[in-house]
């Protein structure tokens, strides 16, 4: 018998694969040297923050009176300017303004999901989200009792409106999405947005109480070829947008991000707003991290440099391409999704790890048949990696051939 | 219907007595000056931080690096420094010393306690605490399912083994003290914590699976008259420590503490360790804010002026006494927790209000027929304060008899 939680076993066991890669990672650094281990399987952004960022930090730093409780919502005067930030990036096409009312600051993405999670759903409720996606959405789900649904997804990872209706019921609370998206880099286009909101309009009609659609937007300022992601909230006006800027900022330790809820909300505004701030109290997050709350209202719009990660991707995938890997052009976040050259992507990422390269199988993103590469690496390591991907090709191709 | 969760709407309606009371307060500052209110109820430490935290904080700010991700469970070196401390601390009486294994750095006390939670409550599971007690546990066993089931205290709010015999059932996973305790400022000595570890010995033994003793200890270090809190580590091998620097650093609004495990946990340690750090990626948390888990590394042992608030207590004590109110002298923390001269607490708070005083009324702490006041003021504002109470005692003598 254990002395943990029965939960709590089933879990361990299921975080199993990606810890054991992780060990495995360790165990081929410490024999070969870090140097010489091509680790692409995390997604630890690796480019310094933006220098105005430790410039603003230092300087707060050495203020008074900073260190305290404030409302659980955050700061009102930093809850402002991400209020007046959302005004110029995602205001046009609203009735209403954002202003603080709006805006609640969040212990990262991870801390948001789950506020907004914890205000919205009661045990059994569902919530819908398109295939391939994080795997840590199914325990933010269950922590509330609530279970994710997965929905396949369109051809080239396009959001497939007909799937998601095939899988609402009276018990969908809301409808995730992630765009610029983890793994594929795929962004939605804002008619595809568009048709969604209409179909959870519908629904929610029908079925007498709204659906919400939350959008996980870690990757937001990480789009490239001077794309801006379309933003869900002109798609669907009970839309609630979950920002992180463990990304854009090169600080995922300090897990500082926000939520926000659509100003155009029709009803239960201010209930809604109460509920995300009592769940932030109440899961025990209190309030997002003071200082870094502080620094960041003074860098909304802020980032890492992008054309960094653009050369990155570029260098990337026209190599792994020339090798002969199938792949899409990732339009924004860190990744690459190439197809497993094996069905088998956990095969496939062991004949990988055997030319010390450390890729995360599709599998680990509810994406079988494929693989996720991180980029959060520098150009001269993917170069040093593309003999490595080639010989591991030609192996999947003898082996697939042998059989 | 409501937009948000059946179970947001009845927690909502839970908490607005003290919302209430707060957005009251608000209104009483915005008429008379906030100078003018003698608000005595909320605990947000007003002593600044030590010296050499600003000094710290302001060095690391200007450091490269420090930013990113780490291990869920904190950067190895933190745990270690804190490990090192809790030796001196409370590594008395224990067979083995505190190593980096037995220390998962949290967001704070309340991060920590819901990862302890998830760590080891499934549905149904329960946990006994002595009343009164901070009503926000209820919450955090909510959280996972499990169900908060409270103990009588004994005279003087002590512990009484009894008391809490009666409240295990085979359901009891835990049971969790705060001491020093918020709000009666009780701590519990040495002789009582054994006799409670005795206790559920037995009953883990009896039930075949372990009873864990759960300390929440943010005012550890808020101790008075040289007194040092016992720690509960020797009394019981299945205990975890959940410790945060809100208090005793006077940083609330930083969101940083641990969770430490007995190293003398006769069972299972990996697997617990790996149960809370998988439980503080799960919850959201992923980790404890990097820049504050560095700077606290260096800051272990360091705290406020713990004699200032001494100095307020044995004030606002005398005072109060030389009124006529009943209370006992808190033995740590920085709470009063007075008699009501009223059977219904919040009635008398309502005539404290009267008086521009702010306490909570022992309700709020499942403590009826007391009132708490919090000494987070200058004693200057205590003074002013007097002649105040000496009228809401007067008026509830003569209302009382008037009956």
Redo the contacts between chains.
Sequence with gaps: ????????VA??AG?SLVRRMFEEGLRLKASFGAENVFDFS?G???L??PAVF?ET??R???E?G?????PNAGWPKVRERVAEYLNVEQGAGLARPFTADQVVMT??A??????VF??????G?EVVTPRPYFM?YN??AD???ARLVPAEPGPGFSLDISAIAAKLTPAT?AVLLNSPQNPTGVIYPAERLADLGRLLAEAGARW???IFLVADEPYRKLAYDGRRPPSVFPAHP?SIVVHSHSKDM??????IGYAAVNPD?P??GP??A??LT??N????????????QLTLAELQGAAVDVSRYQRRRDLFVQGLKAIGYRLDVPAGAFYLFPESPLADDEAFAALLKEEKILAVPGRGFAGPGYFRLCFCTPEEVIERALPGFARALEKAKAGASAR
């Excluded at 090169?250 to 897990?255: D, L, N, Q, V, Y």
């Excluded at 109290?281 to 870094?292: K, T």
């Design positions: 018998m254990s002395i943990i939680s029965n939960k709590m879990a361990l975080a995390l630890n952004p690796d310094p923050p430790k930090l230092a707060l730093a050495r008074d900073i260190h305290g409780y404030m212990v990262g991870a801390g948001g999901l789950n506020v914890k205000a919205l759903l009661d045990p409720d840590e325990f933010y922590n509330h009792g609370r007498g109480r709204p009970y090169s600080i995922p330790g300090e897990r909300l009803e239960g209930e809604l109460g509920a009592l769940a109290r109440v899961l025990g997050f209190v309030n997002a991290p003071s200082l870094m």
